[in-house]
């Protein structure tokens, strides 16, 4: 018996001391909503859909963590090689950051990362 009290005494000692005993990241309180479907608690990464017709994609972050929109890297959205293959690669598209309660419409970004 006291062998498995020393294998739990750390878990115990953890919990506690009002510590998580597992490292695990809490999601978000509140909504994200990307066009037209809004996310409750969200946590993780979100697909942004580009319209057919060319129109932005409204971005809502009314949640208490920072939203990431990952800009486009080697997909179909990204721009066309130049032609000349000695002119420069345009210069990459840094990510777009939103904090809480602040929203955007956008036409660029493969997803929504949370966090």
Do not use: C, Q
């Amino acid at each position: 018996m006291s062998r498995w009290k020393r294998l739990l005494s750390p878990l115990a000692a953890a919990t506690a001391d009002g510590r998580p005993a597992l490292n695990t990241p809490s999601s978000a309180s509140g909504f994200l909503t990307i066009g037209g479907t809004t996310y409750i608690d969200p946590d993780g990464s979100y697909p942004l859909d580009h319209r057919a017709d060319g129109s932005a994609t409204l971005i809502i972050n009314d949640t208490d963590r920072h939203l990431t929109i990952v800009t486009e890297r080697n997909s179909h959205h990204s721009p066309a090689p130049p032609a000349d293959p000695s002119a420069p690669a345009p210069a990459p598209t840094p990510d777009l950051v939103l904090g809480p309660g602040e929203r955007t419409e956008t036409r660029r970004g493969d997803s929504v990362r949370v966090g």
